[in-house]
C-alpha cells in the first residue's frame, strides 16, 4: 500500500483544481459566472473617483442641437484641435474612424455666396462687376475646401494627436484572405519591442484578417495610432482591453495604449510586449492574461471623469486650464451616432468614456488581474 500525506494530497487537489479551471474557464457557463462575479463586485465597490489626468469632450445631443446636424464637417473638429491645442492639453485623442474622404460646400461659403446675392440685387452693374471681382477668388478657394487636409494640417499643427483604426475578423470556419499591407503610417505604430520565452506559441482571443485604416491626410500626420477594437463578452459587455493585438506577422497597441504612451512622454521603444506577463509602457507592467487580455477597471457609469460638451468648449464656455496638461479625449454620444457599452453600472456607457477608463487605468495603475494559466 502506498501512504499519501497530507501535503501531498492537499498539492494534487490544488493541480486538480487548477487543471479543471484552465478546461473550464473559457467554456460560456464559466465565463458568464466568471463576469457576474466581477459585476457584483464593482457594485459592491462603488464609484471610483479617476485620476486627474484624462478628460472628456463629448459631442452630445447638445452639441448636435447648437452647432447643426450630425455629421459636421472636418473643419470644425480641426478647429476644436487647434483650440485644445492652445489650451495645453498634452495629448489630443479623437475617438473616431476617419475612413471616406470629405470635400464639402464650407459653412462660410455659402454665407458669403449668400450676401453676394444680396450685395448684387439691384446693384448699378460696376457695383456689381466690382462686387463679384473683389469676393469671387475667396468664395470659390471655400467652395472647393478640403476638410480631410484642413483636420491633418491641424494635427500636424499640434503634434500630439492619437488617432485609432481598426481591424476586421475573419468569422469562424471561414478560409480568409492573406492580410493586406497595412500603410506606412500604421506600420510605424507596431509594436519594435518584443520579449519571447523560447517555446512559448502567443496566443490571441481575436485574430485579424483585414485593416480600416483613416485617410492618408489624416491618418500620416497623427502623432500615434492604435486600434479600437472591442470584443464583446457572451452577456454583451465589454470586460477585456486588447492591449495587443497580431495582424500580419506584427503586434500592435490598442488606441488607450497609444494614448498613455505620448502622455507619459515614451517613444515607441520604450513600450514593448513581454508574451509572459503582459505590456511594459515604460516602467508600468500592464498585465494580461494568457491571450494578452486586460480587464478593464472600469470606475463608474457616464460622465465619472470630467466631462465637457463640444458646443460649450467650441464656444468659448470652458475655461482653458479644464484641459491643461491632461490627455483629452473627443467621441460621441449623441443620438444616431454613438457607440455605447453594456458595463456594471450602466447599459449606456459611450466607447469614449469606456477608452478613458483604460488610459486612466495605465496612467493610474489601476489593474484588475486575472490569473495567467500555463
Known amino acids: 500500500m502506498v501512504k499519501v500525506t497530507g ?18 474557464s473559457q ?48 473643419a470644425t473638429i480641426a478647429k476644436m484641435v487647434d483650440q485644445l491645442a492652445a489650451a495645453g492639453a498634452r495629448v489630443i485623442a479623437l475617438d ?20 453676394l446675392v444680396r450685395t448684387l440685387d439691384g446693384a448699378a452693374l460696376g457695383t456689381a462687376l466690382e462686387a463679384v471681382r473683389s469676393r469671387l477668388p ?25 488617432v485609432p483604426f481598426s481591424f476586421v475578423f475573419a468569422a469562424p470556419g471561414s478560409d480568409p484572405a492573406p492580410p493586406s499591407v497595412p500603410p506606412d503610417f500604421i506600420e ?23 485593416l480600416l485604416a483613416p485617410l492618408p491626410a489624416i491618418g500620416a500626420n497623427a502623432k500615434a495610432l492604435g486600434h479600437a477594437n472591442v470584443a464583446i463578452d457572451v452577456d454583451g459587455s465589454a470586460r477585456f482591453e486588447y492591449p495587443v493585438l497580431e495582424y500580419a506577422g506584427q503586434y500592435y497597441p490598442s488606441f488607450a495604449v497609444q494614448i498613455a504612451r505620448e502622455f507619459l512622454g515614451l517613444a515607441p521603444e520604450e513600450v514593448g510586449i513581454d508574451f509572459a506577463s503582459g505590456l511594459r509602457v515604460g516602467g508600468k507592467l500592464v498585465p494580461t492574461d494568457n491571450y494578452m487580455r486586460l480587464l478593464a477597471n472600469l470606475y463608474g457609469p457616464e460622465q465619472t471623469f470630467p466631462t465637457y460638451a463640444f458646443s460649450d468648449v467650441a464656444l468659448g464656455r470652458v475655461p482653458d486650464d479644464a484641459f491643461a496638461g491632461k490627455a483629452v479625449l473627443i467621441g460621441a454620444n449623441a443620438v444616431g451616432i454613438s457607440d455605447v457599452f453594456v458595463t456594471p453600472y450602466s447599459a449606456v456607457v459611450p466607447g469614449v468614456e469606456r477608452n478613458a477608463n483604460i488610459v486612466d487605468n495605465i496612467l493610474s495603475e489601476r489593474f484588475l488581474q486575472r490569473p495567467r494559466l500555463s
Do not use: H
Not at 459592491?44 to 478628460?55: E, I, N
Not at 473616431?96 to 450676401?115: I, K, Q, T
Not at 510605424?188 to 483585414?210: C, I, W, Y
Open 138 to 162: 475667396a468664395l470659390v478657394a471655400q467652395l472647393g475646401l478640403d476638410e480631410d487636409a484642413v483636420l491633418g494640417q491641424a494635427m500636424a499643427r499640434a503634434g500630439k494627436v492619437v
Open 188 to 210: 510605424a505604430s507596431a509594436f519594435r519591442t518584443l520579449r519571447l520565452v523560447a517555446g512559448q506559441d502567443p496566443r490571441f482571443a481575436l485574430a485579424s484578417r483585414g
Open 27 to 74: 467554456t460560456q457557463l464559466m465565463r458568464s459566472l466568471e463576469g457576474m462575479s466581477l459585476d457584483f463586485r464593482f457594485q459592491l465597490s462603488g464609484v471610483t473617483k479617476p485620476g486627474r489626468d484624462v478628460a472628456v469632450v463629448l459631442i452630445d445631443d447638445k452639441s448636435v442641437a447648437e452647432i447643426g446636424r450630425w455629421p459636421w464637417g472636418r
Open 7 to 24: 501535503f501531498r494530497v492537499s498539492l494534487l487537489t490544488a493541480l486538480l483544481t487548477l487543471a479543471f479551471y484552465a478546461v473550464l
Open 96 to 115: 473616431m474612424l476617419f475612413l471616406d474622404p470629405e470635400s464639402r460646400v464650407s459653412g462660410e461659403a455659402v454665407a458669403g455666396l449668400e450676401d
